[in-house]
């Protein structure tokens, strides 16, 4: 059974970094499409940043490009979300999310939840202003 758990949140002022990381069990991040996601309170989750299955692309959504990295570590089994120059609207639950695995998705199938069929509990970011 896949598990995916996600660390790293806090609380920051804005103009602040944090890195989340997601420890992935039961599945290989390896040949396996993963992204992350933020759902703010009242709103839907949405898209922040997702790999490719062979790791060569990566895909952010316009309002974090220039401030986020996403990486893969083959060997940790993680995926992590570097987070720089965070601003107050960046305040959400994030959440961890692998596609089914050996599997190629389009970077515009990587944007969709539906895409992924395995999620983490979420992490909560705060950023005051």
């Known amino acids: 059974q896949v598990q995916l758990v996600e660390s790293g949140g806090g609380s920051v002022q804005a103009g602040g970094s944090l890195r989340l990381s997601c420890a992935v069990s039961g599945r290989t991040v390896v040949n396996t499409a993963m992204g992350w996601f933020r759902q703010a309170p009242g709103k839907e989750r949405e898209f922040v940043a997702a790999?490719?299955?062979?790791?060569?692309?990566?895909y952010y959504v316009d309002s974090v490009k220039g401030r986020f990295i996403l990486s893969r570590d083959n060997y940790k089994n993680t995926l992590d979300l570097q987070m720089n120059t965070l601003k107050p609207e960046d305040t959400a639950v994030y959440y961890c999310a692998a596609a089914r695995p050996v599997t190629f998705y389009s970077g515009s199938a990587l944007q969709q939840t539906d895409t992924y069929d395995a999620w983490g509990r979420g992490t909560q970011v705060t950023v005051s202003s």
């Open positions: 790999i490719s299955r062979a790791g060569s692309n990566t």
